[in-house]
C-alpha cells in the first residue's frame, strides 16, 4: 500500500489539485488554476504553497514563482477575511472610483495593500473588475458591488463589519 501524502491543503483543494493535472495534456497548464485555488484555501501564496505545488507539478519553485510574479489577482502575503478591492480604471475614474477608494480608506482607517489591524479587511486599488457599464465598482472577495454612492459604499462595509455581508449569509 502506498504512503498517503502529506499536504498543507484542505483534502478537498488537495483532491481538486489531483484531479486537475489529470485533465491538462501538460501538467504545468494546472499551475494558474492551482495557485488560484491555493490561495482560497490558505489565503495567500506562501512558501510552502510554493513547494508544494511546484512538487505536485513536477516542475521547479522558481517556475512557480515566475508565473506567481506577473498575476496581480495571487497575493504573497496575507490579506484581511474581507478583501475589498476598489476599481480605478478609466470608467470608474470617471465616476468617482477614486472618490470611492478614499472613502474605503478613511472607512477602514488603512490604505492600498494595507489590513486592518483586527484583520477583518484589507483593501486595494485595482485596474479593472469588468464591470464598466456599472461604475463604480468595488467587490468584497467574490462579491461585486455596483453603482456606488457613499451611502451605498457605507453600507456595504457596515454590512460585511456586522457578518451580513453577502459572503457571511
Known amino acids: 500500500m502506498a504512503a498517503e501524502k502529506t499536504t498543507i491543503f484542505s483534502p478537498e483543494t488537495?483532491?481538486?489539485?489531483?484531479?486537475?493535472?489529470?485533465?491538462?495534456?501538460?501538467?504545468?497548464?494546472?499551475?494558474?488554476?492551482?495557485?488560484?485555488y491555493a490561495q482560497d484555501d490558505i489565503g495567500y501564496i506562501s512558501d510552502a504553497v510554493v513547494a508544494e505545488i511546484a512538487e505536485r507539478i513536477g516542475i521547479t519553485e522558481l517556475d512557480v514563482r515566475n508565473v506567481l510574479s506577473y498575476y496581480s489577482m495571487l497575493r504573497t502575503k496575507p490579506v484581511g477575511k474581507y478583501h475589498v478591492?476598489?476599481?480605478?480604471?478609466?470608467?470608474?475614474m470617471l465616476r468617482?472610483?477614486?472618490?470611492?477608494l478614499d472613502q474605503c480608506k478613511k472607512k477602514l482607517g488603512i490604505g492600498h495593500k494595507e489590513t486592518t489591524a483586527d484583520?477583518?479587511?484589507?483593501?486595494?486599488?485595482?485596474?479593472?473588475?469588468?464591470?464598466?457599464?456599472?461604475a463604480p465598482v468595488v467587490q468584497v472577495n467574490y462579491d461585486f458591488y455596483?453603482?456606488?454612492?457613499?451611502?451605498?459604499?457605507?453600507?456595504?462595509?457596515?454590512d460585511y463589519r456586522e457578518g451580513r455581508g453577502k459572503e457571511t449569509k
Open 96 to 100: 468617482d472610483g477614486y472618490a470611492t
Open 119 to 134: 484583520g477583518l479587511f484589507s483593501l486595494e486599488e485595482v485596474e479593472c473588475l469588468g464591470v464598466c457599464c456599472w
Open 146 to 158: 455596483d453603482q456606488l454612492t457613499p451611502e451605498k459604499l457605507d453600507k456595504v462595509l457596515d
Open 14 to 36: 488537495a483532491a481538486r489539485f489531483d484531479k486537475l493535472v489529470t485533465i491538462y495534456p501538460v501538467k504545468r497548464s494546472a499551475l494558474v488554476p492551482m495557485l488560484l
Open 85 to 92: 478591492q476598489v476599481c480605478t480604471n478609466i470608467s470608474c
